[in-house]
């Protein structure tokens, strides 16, 4: 009902910003009719694309969508001016979380889970901000089955995947993270950060400089930072020195 409500106020106004930015939040948020929230939500942004609650809206169906790198650009913009909002920080916090961006992602996420205020998505910061805080170079069984748990509940949780693979590497199970790399990349084939891992895994763990340089690639052309897609790799060198 209130979708039809906000449907008949375009009407008469069909570039009421409002009534577009309220429906593709409802499409999104309570209908999992992503891909059509997004055509709303892009009108909004064609109409005003410096508006901040437009840039949220935007940013984060495109997170749903995974294109993280498109969804950071938005939500940091929104963030600058929405920053007091937890929401906002929850959303920008998993956008830096999915591009494995860590400490900025600590900071966005902590905010939001700190709030005294409700949001839709508050557990989930939570959770996000237990996978930050797990070390991968100091592996145990412990650690590994709290990953797979938490991974097995949220597939599509691209950072989970890596911190999980990592974990493997540091267990001297290079095949094993190997295997999770691959889920992760049929998830989310343009993922620097996982393609990063998998040039890492190949490089050190699996000794296979070519197929390391392949994915090296890869991962510097996905980069929304070129220059940080080897700091961000989750590997001890792309190659071999």
Known sequence: RA????????????????????????LSERLGQVDRALEFARRVRNLAPLDPYAGDTFGWIMWKKGQYVEALAALQQSAERLGDQPEVQYHLGMAQYMIGDTESATVSLTKAAQSTNDFLGKDIASDALAILKIDPDKTSPDAIAAVERHVSRNPNDIFAQVQLARLHQANQNPNKALEV???????????????????????????????????????????PTPATAAKRAPCRSVLPS
């Open 3 to 26: 979708l039809q409500s906000y449907e008949s106020l375009l009407k008469p106004n069909p570039n009421s910003m409002v009534a577009l930015n309220n429906i593709a939040y409802l």
């Open 181 to 223: 790399y691959e889920r992760a990349l049929a998830k989310n084939p343009k993922s620097a950060l996982v393609l990063a891992g998998v040039a890492g895994l190949y490089s050190h763990d699996l000794k296979q400089p070519a197929r390391a340089m392949e994915y090296a690639r890869q991962a510097w052309t996905a980069s």
